[in-house]
């Protein structure tokens, strides 16, 4: 089993969690800020059996795409998403 945490551009948020729910995948949903332009963001922990990791990040990539900002003069291409994975021993559901 793993613990897949996205974090996720606001402006994506309700898009992934959409194609989720869809492929009946349960998430819970965090609201988080941070990074480089201190926008918000959207912190998602899902759940899943090891052989549904792939189909859960290849759904959630697909809703986010970078997207140009303007900081100033500069022009920054920002990521609309973060994933991380990680390995679970034990899971409950009470």
């Not at 792939?54 to 303007?70: Q, R």
Request: proline fraction near 0%; charge should be positive.
């Amino acid at each position: 089993m793993k613990l897949i945490i996205a974090i996720v551009q606001d402006d994506y948020s309700t898009k992934v969690i959409k194609s989720l729910m869809t492929k009946k995948y349960r998430t819970t949903k965090l609201s988080s800020t941070g990074g480089f332009l201190k926008s918000g963001n959207t912190t998602l922990l899902i759940g899943v059996d090891d052989e549904k990791v792939d189909d859960v990040v290849k759904t959630i990539e697909e809703e986010c795409k970078d997207k140009k900002t303007s900081r100033g003069k500069d022009h920054i291409a920002i990521g609309g998403v973060h994933i991380f994975i990680l390995n679970m021993e034990d899971f409950k559901k009470i």
